[in-house]
């Protein structure tokens, strides 16, 4: 029997990408080439490694390999996931699929009765925070407490008034290591005084960013209980956190001939484009919100700016977002991103 026919085996035990290459073949699972590099460093005492194609196989291992596969495998390693817990997709960061892989088979979280710090309610610690005004990261202790429904930071560690409080309920959190420059990095959003605040984040080690994370996960999903008690948890499981669904530069002016065209870095969710002056901004410059409606996406130059700005190099890379009573003209930077800024943003406009 081949071994890719073994019930979970068509996906990476780890991750789910498609077609795994490596065996992690002690455990008895299938796993792609990037979790393998991640098993490779727990050390052979808790999973030893080989590429599927390229080694030698034993009978023995093959027949002990026959006999389990993923899906019987992670029925022990993930009998107790929360459900509140992020598992990885392939195109998750590093940071969440390595700590995933380390609380599976090196932390064993997820079998027998753990008592998992971050399912406590409560949380104290450091993480390294952004100054709203400057670039740098600045050492803030941190306290998480699900009986008030609040995140705080304080600016000293003996200090008794928090510097930013912020309602759980109303945190979401994206791990964004590539945008933020580092591979333990957040970023936070919250509603403050009805505008959209950001913060960004860094932990020491990846165990203690997946950790606020989850916790904050953990709490967001009881208030989501409380909130909605006739829906099911795990589809509420789904609602915790969105993710942004692209983010990049773009050009951006009016449709009045003349204006001016100015760089923005623009944020797509499921429900509108957010501009900033650049992508550490606190708040953002403006936003357009995107319903079903009267809201339409087409690759078109209807204004191609100010003389004296930007200039059009090919009317493909322009395109205009109309909502009900405006228009706003962008310009990418290369053809294809134009193409998958409209395509994205459409998606968007269907679903609403
Ligand atoms: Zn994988």
Same mark, same amino acid.
């Given at each position: 029997?081949?071994?890719?026919?073994?019930?979970?085996?068509?996906?990476?035990?780890?991750?789910?990408?498609?077609?795994?290459?490596?065996?992690?073949?002690?455990?008895?699972?299938?796993?792609?080439?990037?979790?393998?590099?991640?098993?490779?460093?727990?050390?052979?005492?808790?999973?030893?490694?080989?590429?599927?194609?390229?080694?030698?196989?034993?009978?023995?291992?093959?027949?002990?390999?026959?006999?389990?596969?993923?899906?019987?495998?992670?029925?022990?390693?993930?009998?107790?996931?929360?459900?509140?817990?992020?598992?990885?997709?392939?195109?998750?960061?590093?940071?969440?699929?390595?700590?995933?892989?380390?609380?599976?088979?090196?932390?064993?979280?997820?079998?027998?009765?753990?008592?998992?710090?971050?399912?406590?309610?409560? &949380? /104290? =610690?450091? *993480?390294? +925070?952004? $100054?709203?005004?400057?670039?740098?990261?600045?050492? %803030? !202790?941190?306290?998480?407490?699900?009986?008030?429904?609040?995140?705080?930071?304080?600016?000293?560690?003996?200090?008794?008034?928090?510097?930013?409080?912020?309602?759980?309920?109303?945190?979401?959190?994206?791990?964004?290591?590539?945008?933020?420059?580092?591979?333990?990095?957040?970023?936070?959003?919250?509603?403050?005084?009805?505008?959209?605040?950001?913060?960004?984040?860094?932990?020491?080690?990846?165990?203690?960013?997946?950790?606020?994370?989850?916790?904050?996960?953990?709490?967001?999903?009881?208030?989501?209980?409380?909130?909605?008690?006739?829906?099911?948890?795990?589809?509420?499981?789904?609602?915790?956190?969105?993710?942004?669904? &692209? /983010? =990049?530069? *773009?050009? +951006?002016? $009016?449709?009045?001939?003349?204006?001016?065209?100015? %760089? !923005?870095?623009?944020?797509?969710?499921?429900?509108?484009?957010?501009?900033?002056?650049?992508?550490?901004?606190?708040?953002?410059?403006?936003?357009?919100?995107?319903?079903?409606?009267?809201?339409?996406?087409?690759?078109?130059?209807?204004?191609?700016?100010?003389?004296?700005?930007?200039?059009?190099?090919?009317?493909?890379?322009?395109?205009?977002?109309?909502?009900?009573?405006?228009?706003?003209?962008?310009?990418?930077?290369?053809?294809?991103?134009?193409?998958?800024?409209?395509?994205?943003?459409?998606?968007?406009?269907?679903?609403?």
């Amino acid at each position: 029997m081949n071994l890719t026919s073994i019930p979970g085996n068509e996906k990476c035990a780890d991750c789910c990408e498609p077609d795994p290459k490596y065996s992690a073949y002690n455990l008895g699972i299938l796993i792609c080439e990037n979790c393998a590099a991640i098993h490779k460093t727990l050390g052979p005492h808790i999973s030893k490694v080989k590429s599927l194609n390229l080694e030698n196989w034993d009978d023995n291992t093959l027949n002990s390999l026959r006999s389990l596969g993923n899906t019987k495998v992670n029925s022990k390693y993930e009998e107790n996931v929360p459900l509140f817990y992020k598992r990885p997709l392939p195109s998750d960061p590093q940071v969440v699929k390595e700590q995933w892989i380390r609380a599976k088979y090196e932390r064993k979280e997820f079998f027998g009765d753990k008592k998992l710090s971050y399912a406590a309610g409560y &949380k /104290e =610690g450091y *993480l390294w +925070k952004k $100054g709203k005004d400057d670039k740098h990261f600045q050492k %803030r !202790r941190f306290i998480l407490d699900t009986t008030e429904n609040t995140l705080k930071y304080f600016r000293k560690e003996e200090d008794r008034d928090p510097k930013g409080c912020l309602r759980l309920d109303g945190i979401n959190m994206m791990i964004l290591p590539k945008k933020i420059g580092h591979p333990n990095a957040m970023q936070i959003l919250y509603e403050q005084n009805e505008q959209t605040r950001n913060l960004f984040i860094y932990a020491d080690d990846g165990q203690e960013l997946i950790e606020w994370y989850t916790a904050v996960r953990a709490a967001k999903l009881n208030r989501l209980k409380i909130a909605y008690p006739n829906v099911d948890v795990v589809n509420l499981s789904t609602k915790i956190m969105w993710e942004y669904i &692209k /983010e =990049g530069w *773009l050009s +951006k002016t $009016g449709p009045r001939s003349g204006d001016a065209f100015r %760089r !923005r870095w623009v944020t797509l969710d499921s429900k509108k484009l957010t501009y900033y002056e650049d992508p550490f901004c606190p708040y953002p410059k403006g936003e357009v919100f995107i319903g079903s409606q009267g809201f339409e996406v087409e690759k078109k130059l209807i204004n191609s700016g100010a003389s004296n700005s930007k200039e059009v190099k090919d009317p493909n890379m322009a395109f205009i977002v109309k909502v009900p009573e405006r228009c706003f003209q962008f310009l990418a930077e290369t053809v294809e991103d134009a193409d998958d800024w409209v395509e994205k943003i459409r998606t968007v406009i269907i679903s609403n």
